[in-house]
Protein backbone atom coordinates (compact mmCIF):
# COMPACT_ATOMS: atom_id res chain seq x y z
CA UNK A 1 0.00 0.00 0.00
CA UNK A 2 1.06 3.28 -0.76
CA UNK A 3 1.74 6.49 1.66
CA UNK A 4 -0.77 9.04 0.42
CA UNK A 5 -2.79 11.75 2.37
CA UNK A 6 -4.91 14.18 0.86
CA UNK A 7 -4.83 17.63 1.04
CA UNK A 8 -7.86 20.23 0.94
CA UNK A 9 -7.58 23.96 1.21
CA UNK A 10 -10.80 26.33 0.55
CA UNK A 11 -10.70 30.37 0.43
CA UNK A 12 -12.35 33.18 -1.03
CA UNK A 13 -11.04 35.74 -3.82
CA UNK A 14 -12.91 38.10 -5.33
CA UNK A 15 -16.32 37.33 -4.16
CA UNK A 16 -15.44 33.31 -5.67
CA UNK A 17 -14.69 30.34 -3.47
CA UNK A 18 -11.97 28.27 -4.21
CA UNK A 19 -11.80 24.65 -2.46
CA UNK A 20 -8.78 22.96 -3.60
CA UNK A 21 -7.40 19.32 -3.17
CA UNK A 22 -4.69 17.06 -3.98
CA UNK A 23 -3.55 13.78 -3.47
CA UNK A 24 -0.53 14.11 -2.09
CA UNK A 25 2.37 10.27 -2.85
CA UNK A 26 3.85 11.25 1.06
CA UNK A 27 7.16 8.84 -0.65
CA UNK A 28 7.19 10.86 -3.49
CA UNK A 29 7.08 14.52 -1.51
CA UNK A 30 10.03 13.42 1.13
CA UNK A 31 11.92 12.25 -2.25
CA UNK A 32 11.45 16.05 -3.50
CA UNK A 33 12.48 17.08 0.05
CA UNK A 34 9.10 19.21 0.37
CA UNK A 35 8.36 21.11 3.63
CA UNK A 36 5.27 21.31 5.04
CA UNK A 37 5.20 25.69 4.32
CA UNK A 38 5.58 23.84 0.37
CA UNK A 39 2.06 22.28 0.15
CA UNK A 40 0.72 25.32 -0.32
CA UNK A 41 3.03 26.13 -3.37
CA UNK A 42 2.22 22.33 -4.80
CA UNK A 43 -1.54 23.04 -3.98
CA UNK A 44 -1.45 26.23 -6.16
CA UNK A 45 0.84 24.68 -8.64
CA UNK A 46 -1.62 21.74 -9.04
CA UNK A 47 -4.45 23.83 -9.49
CA UNK A 48 -2.96 26.49 -11.76
CA UNK A 49 -2.61 29.48 -9.55
CA UNK A 50 0.22 31.77 -9.84
CA UNK A 51 2.53 31.74 -7.11
CA UNK A 52 3.59 35.55 -7.42
CA UNK A 53 -0.20 36.75 -7.24
CA UNK A 54 -2.55 38.11 -4.35
CA UNK A 55 -4.48 34.92 -4.67
CA UNK A 56 -2.06 33.04 -3.56
CA UNK A 57 -0.76 35.28 -0.66
CA UNK A 58 -4.93 35.12 0.32
CA UNK A 59 -4.30 31.05 0.08
CA UNK A 60 -1.16 31.39 2.06
CA UNK A 61 -3.83 32.46 5.16
CA UNK A 62 -5.44 29.59 5.24
CA UNK A 63 -4.92 26.08 6.98
CA UNK A 64 -4.46 23.43 4.98
CA UNK A 65 -6.68 19.85 6.22
CA UNK A 66 -5.83 16.38 5.41
CA UNK A 67 -7.93 13.22 5.21
CA UNK A 68 -7.95 9.93 3.51
CA UNK A 69 -4.68 8.64 5.04
CA UNK A 70 -2.95 6.02 3.99
CA UNK A 71 -0.55 3.28 4.47
CA UNK A 72 2.01 4.68 6.99
CA UNK A 73 0.15 8.14 7.04
CA UNK A 74 -2.27 6.58 9.57
CA UNK A 75 0.26 6.20 12.14
CA UNK A 76 0.62 9.97 12.12
CA UNK A 77 -3.29 10.83 11.82
CA UNK A 78 -5.41 11.18 14.81
CA UNK A 79 -8.82 13.12 15.47
CA UNK A 80 -8.67 14.30 12.07
CA UNK A 81 -5.36 15.86 12.37
CA UNK A 82 -2.12 15.18 10.37
CA UNK A 83 1.06 15.65 12.03
CA UNK A 84 3.10 16.14 8.59
CA UNK A 85 5.97 17.31 10.66
CA UNK A 86 6.54 14.37 12.87
CA UNK A 87 5.92 11.76 9.54
CA UNK A 88 9.14 13.92 7.72
CA UNK A 89 11.09 14.11 11.23
CA UNK A 90 10.75 9.87 11.52
CA UNK A 91 11.02 9.20 7.67
CA UNK A 92 13.96 11.19 7.93
CA UNK A 93 15.72 9.39 10.36
CA UNK A 94 14.73 6.32 9.38
CA UNK A 95 16.32 6.48 5.74
CA UNK A 96 19.80 7.42 8.04
CA UNK A 97 19.31 4.27 9.82
CA UNK A 98 21.16 1.94 7.13
CA UNK A 99 24.74 3.72 6.91
CA UNK A 100 24.12 4.22 10.93
CA UNK A 101 23.51 0.80 11.43
CA UNK A 102 26.70 -0.01 9.19
CA UNK A 103 28.74 2.20 11.28
CA UNK A 104 27.94 0.25 14.35
CA UNK A 105 27.95 -2.81 12.86
CA UNK A 106 31.94 -2.14 12.06
CA UNK A 107 32.72 0.16 14.65
CA UNK A 108 31.35 -1.57 17.73
CA UNK A 109 30.12 -5.57 16.42
CA UNK A 110 26.71 -4.22 16.89
CA UNK A 111 24.56 -6.47 14.13
CA UNK A 112 21.01 -4.95 15.44
CA UNK A 113 20.93 -1.40 16.28
CA UNK A 114 17.03 -1.68 17.12
CA UNK A 115 18.50 -3.61 20.23
CA UNK A 116 20.12 -0.27 21.81
CA UNK A 117 17.57 2.22 21.42
CA UNK A 118 20.09 4.70 23.21
CA UNK A 119 22.90 4.27 20.65
CA UNK A 120 20.52 4.89 17.97
CA UNK A 121 19.47 7.76 19.67
CA UNK A 122 23.07 9.15 19.93
CA UNK A 123 23.81 8.52 16.27
CA UNK A 124 21.01 10.17 15.12
CA UNK A 125 22.01 13.63 17.34
CA UNK A 126 25.54 13.39 16.23
CA UNK A 127 24.47 13.13 12.50
CA UNK A 128 21.66 15.93 13.03
CA UNK A 129 24.57 18.25 14.81
CA UNK A 130 26.89 17.33 12.04
CA UNK A 131 24.18 18.06 9.77
CA UNK A 132 23.72 21.73 11.22
CA UNK A 133 27.67 22.80 10.46
Known sequence: MSNRITASLEFSFRGETFHLHKVFDLDETLAQHIELSSLHRALAVAHGIDTYSYQFEVMLEEEITFDHP????????????FDYAA????????????????????????????????????LLHAYQLGAEQ
Not at 70 to 81: I, K, R, S
Not at 87 to 115: T, W
Open 70 to 81: QGDALMYWQDGV
Open 87 to 122: YLRDHQNESLFAPLQAIALREMGIADLEQHPQLKSA
